[in-house]
């Protein structure tokens, strides 16, 4: 029947971004177009949903009576064409929200999708884009020149008889229209999607496609029945025909429901005369139960895939893993659950706010959906992107969101689920290492804020981190406890927000460990110093950043006395070169002290135990930029630093001897000698400020110096000025001159520029030279041996 208007048309224009987007569906995803069925089933299940969750407040939308979602082929007289028919009977619209709904779009991130999109149309037709964006109903257009959309809302008490309106729309037409439909009412409820296929689009006629397609797609991404319109022959007798309700469709629950035929005997056959006849039949296409309540043994893991894909629309990237559980909320109601680890972290998941709203979870009971609105911070952050099935035997049903929020069952569901994540990274860790290693370039930081932000997970979670060390890539700190030394009290680290590990390898505070075979945990990433103050220990032992004073490799007991004496006699030898230093790097450091922890480097500078650590320093810095708030504070933790000194290092012997020929109180003062020794000294602490990590206090005041130093070691006059003398601009000229005028006039000469004249190339020459010189270019053979002078 012609679906077309025959009066009281309303014409609408799209809107700007629909007409963008229509325009890219049509031109740039021929090699996707599969994917409309997907999304009009998805759309055909999201207003079933609705029409469901609506009746649950307000009876008058549904009587009880089956929701489905019907497909109908309808070949075209011609053989030429032909309509593929999608109907659901489920929340409807009125020609009002057809307009509203199809006309426009409302979707977040539509100007980013638009913009990549056109931009880059290859990463529109990978497939990524359709997957992130969804181009829901517009995807029509791939296949149908002319989409019409008839639908009949559901009844409510304000509109007890509403009317079957027409959407209309054509793939090269920049508006669309609606209209009563002239077919009059035809649907009870719901909406009915007609695609008049494309020439080149009329395998979506044939069967085994849709069926295809169906389980490719969209075979989990109903929770309804979707049914598949075919007629079969059947030979039957002639008596029996008229019995044959012909036009009476008939649902069958399964595709190979056939009818059982008896077979007859021969003998009976050349009686009784058979006749062929068409029979209806509806197929179900989606028949098997829904994949949580299967039985794990039986379904594969390209089903999980699939499912995963199909109910959460994520085709960006594959789950990383999953868990298929069942549970038990007490008093007797039991759930069944299935839980994925996405492939990817949401794009906004460092970035969003601190509130998170968990989205991913489907809350179903007796495999209806109620609801993903969980609520902001149902889950800790940590976990917020978790996608999961949550399926429970009997729930309230019609419970408002705040009595939801309050349930007791929904904390029961979030610790499963909790548990449930965690056990799942566990048993990769312990199985599949390699992937584990894959797993943490995704997880690896979400593990460290869930330590930290999760404190009854806190314990499960550490054992997931992996940090690397100046010995391996990768170790767990139950690794790291297993593997310490002997008598050895501390968890050494480093840390350095934003350095390379391989960097924070070679730092002056991991040197004396490393050399004596201790482990360092090297610590790259910002939550990582964050994590260890707030654990403090692990299994008893406490943390200990290797840059800070307390550092105690836990063999000191050994050989004390000889320590003691050998500690005794360093501290008066370099007596003299302390004091003296420790006047050179006052408001620097707070002391100056013989080192136990270097061995190349001459000194270090170490933070106390409360002061702060060049990370921590940096950091703070860059957080106090511009407030006055606590200066005081930060300005005495700051100097809470040690200036460290390695007895053995040639340079520091070499600095006590001059030090010990500063000539005493009464002698006479070398005033030039003393300055000399002082800027080796303020370089030497400068120096030790950079190899710790720290920033020298005047930077132009360290490079001066050490320009004189240089001058004196090269014997150069240390006053001697450098000729500063330039040559000036010309005077200011405000004349704006000609373009061209601002090119550089290049001499064609010197350039060697040569310019393609005739296609022959040739040199072009000032006029000056043109009669003193002549230059013939010669084409050379390819094997011509090419000499420099050439
Ligand atoms: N079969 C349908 N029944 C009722 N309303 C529908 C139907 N199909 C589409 N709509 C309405 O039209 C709107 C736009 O549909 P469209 O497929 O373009 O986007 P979407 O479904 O909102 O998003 P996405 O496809 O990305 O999930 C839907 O939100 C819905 O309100």
New binding site residues.
């Given amino acids: 029947q012609d679906l077309n208007p025959e009066a009281s048309v309303e014409k609408h224009h799209y809107q700007s971004d629909i007409a963008r987007l229509r325009k890219i569906v049509i031109n740039s995803l021929y090699s996707h177009r599969d994917v409309f069925l997907r ?1 009009l089933i ?3 299940n ?2 079933l949903e609705k029409l469901r969750l609506t009746s649950l407040t307000n009876k008058d939308v549904w009587d009880g009576t089956p929701l489905n979602i019907t497909i109908r082929t309808v070949n075209g007289e011609d053989g030429t064409s032909g309509r593929l028919v999608i109907t ?1 009977n ?4 009125t020609p009002e ?1 057809m307009a509203r ?2 006309g426009t779009l409302a ?1 977040s991130g539509t100007a980013e999708f638009l913009a990549q999109a056109e931009g880059s149309p290859e990463s529109t037709t990978n497939g990524h884009l359709i997957g992130a ?6 995807s029509s257009f791939l296949v149908a020149d002319q989409v019409y959309v008839a ?1 009949v809302p559901a009844k409510t008490l304000e509109n007890p008889n509403p009317q079957q309106y027409t959407f209309s729309s054509s793939s090269d037409d920049n508006d669309f229209a609606t209209y009563p439909d002239p077919r009059g009412k035809t649907l009870e409820r ?2 009915e ?1 007609t695609l008049v296929l494309k020439p080149d689009a009329l395998e979506y006629l044939e069967h085994h496609t849709v069926i295809e397609l169906i389980n490719k797609h969209s075979v989990f991404s109903s929770s309804f029945p979707i049914y598949l319109f075919q007629q079969r022959e059947e030979e039957v007798s002639e008596e029996s025909v008229t019995d044959i309700p012909v036009d009476n469709e008939r649902v069958t629950e399964n595709a190979e429901d056939e009818a059982v035929i008896e077979e007859v005997e021969e003998s009976q056959t050349k009686e009784t005369k058979k006749k062929t006849i068409l029979v209806d039949d509806w197929a179900h296409l989606n028949a098997q139960p829904p994949l949580w309540t299967r039985d794990s043994k039986n379904i594969t893991s390209i089903e999980y895939q699939l499912f995963y894909q199909a109910t959460f ?1 994520d085709f960006k990237a594959q789950s990383l893993a999953w868990n298929h559980f069942s549970g038990d909320l007490g008093s007797g109601v039991s759930f069944r659950a299935l839980l994925y680890i996405p492939g990817k972290l949401p794009d906004d998941f460092w970035h969003g706010s601190q509130t998170t709203s968990t989205t991913g979870i489907r809350l179903m009971v007796k495999r209806t959906f109620i609801t993903s609105d969980l609520g902001e911070d149902y889950l800790p952050k940590w976990a917020s992107w978790v996608k999961a099935i949550i399926d429970a035997d009997d729930l309230p049903l019609n419970v408002s969101r705040e009595t939801l929020q309050n349930a007791s069952f929904l904390r029961q569901i979030k610790q499963a689920i909790l548990k449930r994540i965690i056990q799942t990274f566990t048993k990769i860790a312990e199985d599949e290492p390699d992937k584990f290693a894959e797993v943490q370039k995704v997880y690896g930081t979400v593990f460290k804020l869930g330590a930290v932000e999760d404190a009854k997970n806190s314990d499960k979670l550490v054992p997931l981190i992996r940090y690397a060390t100046n010995q391996r890539n990768s170790t767990s700190l139950d690794e790291y406890v297993e593997n310490k030394k002997a008598g050895q009290k501390q968890i050494f680290y480093v840390s350095d927000a934003g350095k390379s590990v391989s960097s924070l390898a070679k730092s002056v505070f991991v040197e004396k460990l490393h050399a004596r075979g201790y482990e360092v945990l090297l610590l790259t990433d910002p939550l990582d110093e964050v994590l260890l103050h707030h654990l403090r220990k692990w299994k008893g032992i406490p943390f200990q950043d290797a840059a800070k004073v307390g550092l105690l490799f836990g063999d000191e007991e050994i050989d004390l006395e000889e320590e003691r004496i050998r500690q005794a006699e360093n501290k008066e030898k370099f007596g003299p070169l302390l004091n003296w230093l420790k006047k050179q790097a006052e408001g620097i450091v707070r002391d100056v002290i013989i080192s136990d922890r270097l061995v190349t480097s001459p000194c270090a500078v170490v933070a106390d135990a409360g002061g702060y650590t060049a990370n921590v320093q940096r950091i703070m810095s860059a957080t106090n930029k511009g407030q006055q708030t606590n200066n005081a504070m930060f300005e005495f933790a700051r100097r809470q630093k040690v200036l460290e000194l390695n007895p053995r290092s040639p340079l520091i012997e070499g600095l006590l001897r001059r030090v010990e020929q500063l000539p005493g109180e009464d002698e006479e003062v070398d005033l030039e000698a003393e300055d000399e020794l002082k800027e080796v000294a303020s370089i030497l602490i400068d120096g030790a400020l950079v190899r710790s990590g720290f920033e020298v206090p005047d930077s132009d005041e360290f490079l001066v110096r050490v320009d004189r130093v240089l001058r004196r070691s090269l014997g150069v006059s240390e006053t001697a000025p450098t000729d500063t003398t330039v040559k000036p601009a010309p005077p200011v000229d405000p004349v704006i001159l000609d373009e061209s005028e601002y090119e550089p006039k290049l001499d064609p000469v010197v350039d060697g520029s040569l310019e393609q004249a005739d296609d022959k190339p040739s040199v072009i020459l000032p006029d000056a030279l043109k009669d003193k010189i002549q230059i013939d270019i010669e084409e050379l053979a390819d094997d011509f041996p090419i000499h420099d002078e050439l």
């Fill in positions: 999304e998805s759309n055909a999201d207003a659901d489920g929340i409807g619209m929200e709904n199809l979707k964006f969804g181009l829901g109903f517009y639908s719901g909406t999607i629309r």
